[in-house]
Every structure is written in structure tokens, then in C-alpha cells.
């Protein structure tokens, strides 16, 4: 039994353990995301150290060159001018130059190909981080619509409810007040047929405002017009 208790409470640590990853998944990829930029960020200056590092070899490398090919030139002359002494010498330190030569070449052989290791790495590393960030980038998208969906849903439709209920009263209201003007012109029954009849041309509704128009202006001026004629045919 103590050993079933003992699943039990591993086996809700780690359904916990699962949930909080899931709640802060966002989070804890960009805290990942920060650290594999600043390893990245430590491999590029490795590499640069070690280019540089590798540049420096090859000045050395050159310098020892030159200087082997200056004490020979010498050593030449020495043989020449008859100081063997001299030339044997020369001839030690043309030993130990082409020594440290050796080395230097060696040394660079195998940096070069270190080098061409690192570069390979940083190229994969820079390569996946850069699809790791656009991932980032479309999961937060994802997470923010999906928070958004999550948290909203029920204040939603409860904010759809309401649109709905205020736009039925709303119509209500408009359906009442309608039916108020019909039961108004229902009241006044004249009105209505005097406005028809207005329309019609047989006259002024009653209530009408009278507003002059311009024919009927025209109309009047020319009556105005007509009355000196017709008084003169009457005389």
C-alpha cells in the first residue's frame, strides 16, 4: 500500500510538473531561446579568437621564412668571404628557424582544420537558431490566439447574448413606435385622404403650409397679366 501511495504522489508530481510546463511553455522557450543565443553568441567569438589566433601564426609563420632566407643570403657571403665560423653559425640559426618553420606549419595545419570544425558548427548553430526564433515567433502568434479564444469564450458569448437581447428591444421599440404613428392617422382620418386629395391637384390638405412654388407664381402673374385685356374688351 505504501508503495501505491508512493506512485500515486509521483505519478501527481509529475501530471503537475506537465502542467505548469504547458502554462509557461512560451516562457521557458524564450528563456532556452536567450540561452542558445548566448552560447551561439560565445561560439562566434571562439571562432573569431581562433582566426585571429590562426592569423597571428601565419605572420610568424612568414617572418621565420624571411629570416631564413636573409641568413642564408648571408651565410652565403660568410662561405664566400672565408668565415666558415661565421657561416656555421648561420647555419645554426637557419636550423632552428626552419625548426620552428616545421612547427609553425604543422601547427597551422591542424588549426585550419579546427577552424574549418568550428566554422561548420556555428553555421549549423547560427542555421537553427534562426529557425528556432521563427518557430518562436509563430508559436507566440499561436499562444496568443489560443489564450485569447481561451479566456474569452465564455465573456464572448455573453457579450453576443447581449447584442442580441439589446437589438430585439431595440426592433420592439421601433415596431412600437410605428404602430403608434399608424394608430395616430388612424385617429384623423381626414388628414389622410385630404393629403391624397392634395396630391391629387384638387386643393390644399388642410393643415397644408401653403408654401408658394414657382409655378404656381407664374400662374398668378399671369392672371395679373390678363387683366387689363379683359377690362378693356368689357369698356
Known sequence: MFKLFETLLRGQAARAAEEIFDRNALLILDQQIRETRAGLERGRQALAVAVAGDRAEARRLEEAEARIAALEAQAVAALRGGREDLAGEAAGAIADLEAERDAL?????????????????????????????????????????????AGAARQDAATLREAEATLARLRALQAEAADTEAALAEAEPGRDIGARLERAGFGPAEGSSGTPTGGAVLERLRRRAAEPAAAAATA
Open 105 to 149: 606549419t604543422a601547427a597551422r595545419a591542424r588549426f585550419a582544420a579546427e577552424i574549418g570544425r568550428i566554422r561548420e558548427r556555428v553555421a549549423e548553430a547560427t542555421r537553427r537558431q534562426a529557425e528556432l526564433e521563427r518557430g518562436r515567433r509563430v508559436a507566440a502568434a499561436q499562444e496568443a490566439v489560443r489564450r485569447l479564444g
